[in-house]
């Protein structure tokens, strides 16, 4: 096997794990695993997606924010997204950082660049917005697009105005800042919750997470929150020039901000400000996983702009790993929607900074063999970054006796077909990843398919949790996705119908089938998303949507990208976004035979709508195709293809038939040649200035 498709392989059950942890962390204020853990898994993930670039796609974990909206409260739309940051580790990532900036904004070496720098408050991101001056709304962070309404909670949080003060209040602001609790009303609550004989939390974010999310404002206003402003999103008016401006402006509002926060000159300054807030974090009476530092003139981070889910202009420094010792009771095997048989670690449960941590993830068998972890063994936990749990390593000096080494299984524990390592024949070397080989038959790839095909971002069937679809496949009733809109007359003819079964009714019925047949039309984007197909997800099928327009045009074309010396094969890969690895997974699920037949049922039962391009405004340049060669003088590439993007316009890597312009710089190679071959239109850096109106 390819050192190509041992990438695409662990990328995949990496993204899949990731995303299971960033619903426990985002949507269920339940974290499983420390953040040691899950910063080393993210930090993998980004390695694999260094060294093969085609694998970042817009719906990595890499590039969105970890979670939705959870249920129980109305949904709000932040006006501005609240994106995540990038993580730096060790001191030379804050070095790295600031070159990328001085390179990205081609700054002399002598020339300083000021910085926030704020303590990382270890609580529940949130958004307050106000007009004229008022407190209309506050909402969590959820999927970083929509949010929980938890309006009348934040009203009872006594650090939080109702009205803002002062003269210079914008008309519209939203405020950004994080809800947290303090460690005296922790130990005072879990105090409370063990005296009543409830649960207890196992850290404050969780504490403070759960208190924000309490249906009866009531509840949350004893439990006695603090909230720190750190920023805005939308806003009429930004009356400072520089984030340390706007923070003494949201002070004099009357929003509380962290006292610690600092302006400091440099890099160098930073690190020491990290240094400092790091020795004495035990004794601030909260939680912080780091320091924040945020380029400070507020037009260079205009300029900066965001790459995927991160700003460019800030980053989180995290604060090192705390360790702890513990035993490992057990390994057990779960399968994933994809077939991968990923090992995680059942430990004794052990407190680490403040979390219990009682599950860690192992990768994979040979992560197991090359640590030797056994059963039974005394293993050293870590958590980086205050967050998330991994085995660092196994105190061999420790073992009990008559510890084996761990046989990983060769049959898959959900159906019991064979789970098998792909060989490279040229190598010898085993895919990382054992998966199993049933996928037609094995309940926790099926399962998993559903689940995903009636997800909210997919077909949005109401009614239809993780419990109704194992029940409804357990009794063979829905076995695939058509099945879903063929149940109403399966079950005039089921022998006993399903709302004589246990946990169903009429009504629970009438309204399930009522939602299967509200969701008979869907979008493009979300259709090609609920089919599952290999790291394509929202942002991925939301780009091949708007390339392709229609259900069959994207099945046709990507039947004909099945010849790789084709037109199709080099559309696929030309649009932004998708590299050679993706355009393989997509076409290879198109083509095989079994998808077909399943996709063609789908369509016999329901409509898929075409694909509506938004509204472009003024834009000259939406929804045409820019190809960006050569070196640019008045920009980078990278701000050229941000400018672009947020016109409205696709930002394509190669030129084709179908490209509209190419901006040539000095120096440009190829493309150029191409293009006029082609007959493409070529516009030098300035004509294409005034073409966009900058």
Not at 120 to 128: E, R, T
Not at 270 to 279: D, L, P, S
Not at 536 to 561: D, E, F, I, P
């Amino acid at each position: 096997m390819s050192k190509a498709r041992e990438a695409v392989r662990e990328h995949a059950a990496l993204v899949k794990e990731i995303r299971q942890h960033d619903r426990l962390y985002y949507e269920l204020s339940q974290p499983s695993i420390s953040d040691a853990e899950y910063d080393a898994l993210f930090q993998r993930l980004k390695e694999i997606e260094a060294a093969h670039p085609e694998l970042a796609t817009p719906d990595s974990p890499t590039q969105r924010v970890g979670g939705r909206a959870a249920e129980g409260f109305a949904k709000s739309r932040h006006l501005r997204p609240m994106l995540s940051l990038d993580n730096a580790f060790e001191e030379a990532d804050v070095i790295e950082f600031d070159r990328r900036i001085r390179r990205f904004l081609r700054l002399a070496e002598d020339e300083a660049i000021a910085y926030t720098a704020e303590p990382k408050i270890d609580g529940l991101s949130a958004n307050l917005l106000y007009r004229r001056g008022e407190l209309a709304g506050g909402a969590t962070r959820g999927d970083g697009m929509v949010g929980e309404d938890v309006t009348q909670n934040m009203r009872t949080i006594a650090d939080i105005p109702r009205r803002l003060q002062g003269k210079d209040v914008p008309e519209l602001i939203e405020i950004r800042g994080e809800v947290y609790m303090s460690h005296a009303e922790f130990e005072r609550l879990n105090a409370e919750q063990e005296a009543a004989g409830k649960p207890v939390y196992v850290n404050p974010r969780n504490a403070a997470a759960g208190s924000l999310r309490q249906l009866d404002p009531a509840v949350t206003a004893k439990r006695k929150l603090h909230f720190f402003a750190y920023g805005w999103g939308e806003a009429s008016a930004v009356p400072a020039p520089t984030q340390w401006g706007m923070l003494d402006l949201l002070k004099r509002f009357g929003l509380p901000t962290n006292p610690l926060g600092r302006r400091v000159g440099g890099v160098a300054e930073a690190i020491a400000f990290y240094r400092e807030i790091e020795a004495g974090r035990g004794r601030l009476g909260y939680d912080i996983d780091g320091i924040v530092y945020k380029v400070d003139r507020l037009d260079w981070q205009e300029r900066l702009g965001f790459v995927s889910r991160n700003p460019r202009w800030a980053i989180a420094h995290k604060f090192r790993a705390e360790q702890a010792e513990t035993e490992l009771l057990g390994i057990d095997i779960q399968v994933g929607r994809t077939g991968a048989l990923t090992p995680v670690a059942r430990l004794k449960p052990v407190f680490v900074g403040g979390v219990s941590v009682s599950n860690a993830t192992l990768h994979n068998e040979d992560e197991i063999h090359r640590k030797d972890i056994r059963v039974g063994d005394r293993v050293v936990i870590q958590r980086a970054g205050d967050v998330i749990p991994q085995v660092v390593r196994v105190l061999t000096d420790k073992r009990p006796r008559g510890a084996v080494p761990f046989v990983f299984p060769e049959r898959c524990p959900a159906c019991g077909s064979h789970a098998v390592r792909e060989v490279n024949p040229r190598t010898g070397r085993a895919d990382a990843v054992r998966r199993c080989t049933g996928g037609l038959v094995c309940p926790a790839q099926a399962v998993e398919r559903l689940r995903h095909f009636v997800q909210r971002d997919a077909f949005d069937i109401e009614g239809l949790g993780e419990k109704q679809i194992q029940a409804l496949y357990d009794w063979g009733v829905v076995m695939q996705p058509a099945d879903l809109f063929t149940l109403a007359e399966r079950n005039r003819r089921a022998h006993p119908p399903l709302q004589e079964r246990e946990g169903w009714g009429e009504v629970s019925v009438a309204n399930l089938l009522a939602a299967i047949e509200a969701r008979r039309e869907i979008g493009l984007d979300r259709f090609i998303h609920a089919l599952g197909i290999r790291h394509v997800g929202q942002a991925t099928a939301r780009l091949l949507a708007q390339n392709y327009g229609s259900v069959r045009h994207w099945l046709a074309s990507m039947k004909a990208a099945a010849d790789h010396d084709g037109e199709a094969w080099s559309e696929l890969n030309a649009i932004d976004g998708i590299g050679e690895v993706m355009a393989e997974a997509i076409v290879d699920f198109c083509i095989e035979p079994h998808n077909l037949r399943a996709i063609e049922a789908l369509l016999a039962q329901i409509r898929v709508a075409d694909f509506e391009k938004p509204a472009t405004g003024a834009s000259k340049v939406a929804g045409l195709t820019v190809v960006f060669t050569g070196t640019l003088e008045t920009m980078t590439r990278d701000e050229a293809k941000a400018r672009a993007q947020a016109l409205g316009a696709k930002v394509a890597g190669s030129v084709s038939k179908k490209t509209d312009y190419v901006v040539a710089g000095a120096d440009a190679g190829s493309k150029l040649a191409k293009a006029r071959e082609a007959g493409v239109k070529v516009l030098s850096e300035r004509e294409w200035l005034d073409l966009i109106g900058a």
